[in-house]
């Protein structure tokens, strides 16, 4: 009978658990449903090709987006070709080539701990070691070294001031401890008897982890990725900080250039009281929803891509 009792409990216990967790989840589902329907029911009578082609304007009736949406993708491009390589490399060095010892485990804690540090924080660093270098070469613009022409593309300056190449790196250092601590669980994901058969093969480490352990462990990886990159395209705060500009009238140009991102823009206009910018910032709220999903469908499509050999 006490047998019979405690599973009755048990499973109560299990089916009001699993009500609460739907009930939640279905809230949760609905508010952000409620959410888009009224951002695509004020932003979509303002969204045109003229809308994504235009520059920022304090008029409502000529504003338009296209310096922050080059700017987010320039930004994102850089963040995205920075973070991945090297948050992917940290973490296969500290799985499956560094040694278990203090050293190892105080990096490992840190780099938990950084993955909960504001962005704002990440923004401060930024400033400091990006757009102004430490000070290295002082405060004033004159001050800099300035390599090129500033309408080439090869153009770069030291420091980078407030440009799109400090925007990304800044990004950059926020995704970073994502990027590591998602890639070190898919590669502890991946069975350990796919390695030991690798070395009574003969393989070596780097052959088992090149040819075996990256290639099972991607999809955790790109999974990571595009976390990771869905919440660098959403950051304004780090940018804010950084220096970013709210009103740009030409696209970037090269590195070095002078930007603005979509958030920002979004952020300016929601601020307004003018009722037109509050739908023009719905409409760029959209087109913000349609670069992420750009973004995480192609490396959607590359997770499938890589995931056929394995098949």
């Not at 994504?52 to 310096?67: D, H, V, W």
């Not at 990440?122 to 800099?144: P, S, V």
């Amino acid at each position: 009978m006490a047998t019979d009792r405690s599973t009755a409990s048990r499973l109560l216990t299990n089916r009001a658990f699993l009500t609460v967790c739907l009930f939640t989840t279905s809230l949760a589902m609905l508010v952000l449903a409620g959410l888009l329907i009224s951002i695509f029911w004020q932003g979509f009578g303002t969204l045109s090709w003229k809308f994504i082609t235009n520059f920022a304007s304090r008029k409502p009736a000529e504003a338009g987006i296209l310096a922050p949406l080059l700017g987010s993708v320039w930004v994102c491009a850089i963040c995205g070709l920075v973070a991945l390589p090297l948050g992917v490399g940290t973490a296969i060095f500290l799985e499956e080539f560094a040694k278990r010892s203090r050293f190892t485990r105080i990096v490992q804690t840190n780099i938990m701990n950084l993955a909960g540090v504001p962005s704002i924080v990440y923004g401060i660093l930024g400033l400091t070691a990006f757009a102004r270098l430490f000070g290295a070469f002082g405060n004033n613009t004159e001050d800099a070294l300035v390599f090129g022409d500033e309408e080439s593309l090869l153009f770069f300056r030291l420091p980078f001031g407030s440009s799109v190449l400090a925007g990304g790196l800044t990004l950059m250092l926020v995704i970073l401890p994502v990027v590591i601590i998602s890639t070190q669980e898919a590669l502890r994901a991946v069975p350990s008897s796919l390695r030991a058969g690798a070395f009574a093969l003969g393989a070596t480490r780097w052959q088992t982890v090149w040819g075996i352990t990256l290639p099972a462990a991607i999809p955790g990886i790109m999974t990571g990725a595009i976390l990771s990159m869905s919440r660098a395209i959403g950051e304004s705060a780090p940018i804010l900080v950084l220096g970013g500009l709210l009103l740009v009238f030409n696209t970037p140009k090269n590195l070095m250039s002078d930007f603005a991102i979509l958030p920002l823009q979004i952020y300016n206009w929601a601020g307004r009281p003018q009722e037109a910018f509050h739908a023009l910032a719905a409409s760029a709220i959209i087109v913000q929803l349609v670069v992420l999903l750009l973004f995480n469908g192609l490396a959607v499509l590359i997770r499938q891509r890589l995931q056929k050999p394995l098949q």
